[in-house]
């Protein structure tokens, strides 16, 4: 499939181009740029070189980071070369997108341990074979500024402008701290632009403000200004915040594949455009079809959502058994054919202690929200009490939420 795509995006017209690298984008810095860049590569026979950094700030990738690691290999499917920065200079300032408050600084184990992971796992979207992928970290070229380097940067920027910046500005008003290297991190980000001489950089609406610092550092700099592409940022499974471990509302591209489909099919009917158009490659005219409530049961598109999001990450066969085992579970409301086994050590057991051994909830306070929401039962009888000391026989069903299973083992 991919060999097909890759083949039809060198087969289109500069427009068709256009039209096909713009899907589900939220603003262009320009589109006229854009035409004339395509316009000057296919002529010289010299690729785009395209910038996405990717500050390792966390160990996992969920399906909001995909928004951008999917439009960067729509680059490559039409023949340019994916950059793809590894920050593990600027993670040591923490991006101050969309933070009411400082970051804190992680260390060079945190960073490196994360990095390793990111790459490993950006590799299931992006094309990693030879002359398709530079990666590149900026600690090479930002551990080596002098000091005189680093003031000879900042004198490019103002204070008025990084006070342009909505959080900035945000916690300037609100009397909250705003570290100096805080206003490092957007000259940081431009500069990686510079070194690597980017064409084109994609980023999340969030990015908006450091993305454009790298055109007019480029600018300064005497090179051509590189595009910006700005793609929005995808809403978790609550359907109010944007998609983010910390509030739980995420879907892991490490999850099982099972935990992945059942995710998806939690979703709020209308994301479903927004999942349809930003995490797969399904045509917008289909899109529109699948979408229309009238045209198309809202459970039926979901299904085909979920299935085409796994076989991404898996295969056809794992979204078909995903799917299928969703139906068995809940629309049948069987339990899982496979769980697993949860160790007890006696007959008696405090139930915070059980979920938590379980691995169903990450901490006794969240164990004991998911208790007073009566989300957790042993074999369908609601456990209401967060301070319970439960009776337990060995094969009862231990049932957390809509989706956690475990049997219970007595030892």
Known sequence: MLTNLM?????????????????????VYTKDELRERLVQAEKSGTPMRVKLGLDPTAPDIHLGHTVVLRKLRSFQDMGHVAVVIIGDYT???????????????????????????????????????????????????????????????????????????????????????IGIHEFLYPLMQGYDSVVINADVEIGGTDQTFNNLVGRQLQENAGQPKQLVMTMPILVGLDGADKMSKSKNNYIGITDAANDMFGKIMSIPDELMPNYFTLLTDTPADQIALLTDAEKTHPREAKVLLGKTIVAEFYDSAAADEAAAEFDRVFAQKNI????????????????????????????????????????????????????????????????????????????
């Open 336 to 411: 899982p054919t496979d769980m697993p086994e949860i160790s007890a050590p006696a007959a008696k057991c405090n139930i915070i202690e059980l979920i938590t051994t379980a691995d169903f909830a990450k901490s006794n306070g969240e164990a004991r929200r998911l208790i007073k929401q009566n989300a957790v039962s042993i074999d369908d009888v609601k456990i209401t009490d967060a301070d319970a000391e439960v009776e337990l026989a060995d094969g009862a069903i231990l049932r957390v939420g809509k989706r956690r299973f475990g049997k219970i083992k007595l030892d």
């Open 7 to 27: 083949n039809d995006c060198k087969k289109m017209t500069v427009e068709q181009q256009i039209e096909f690298l713009l899907r589900g984008c939220e603003e």
């Open 91 to 177: 993670a040591r300032v923490g991006d101050p997108s969309g933070a009411n408050k400082t970051r804190p600084i992680l260390t060079e184990e945190q960073i490196k341990a994360n990095a390793e992971t990111y790459f490993a796992q950006a590799g299931k979207i992006l094309d990693t074979s030879d002359g398709k992928l530079e990666v590149r970290y900026n600690s090479e070229w930002l551990g080596s500024l002098s000091f005189a380097d680093v003031i000879k940067l900042t004198s490019q920027m103002t204070v008025a402008r990084m006070l342009e910046r909505d959080t900035f500005d945000l916690r300037y008003k609100a009397n909250q701290p």
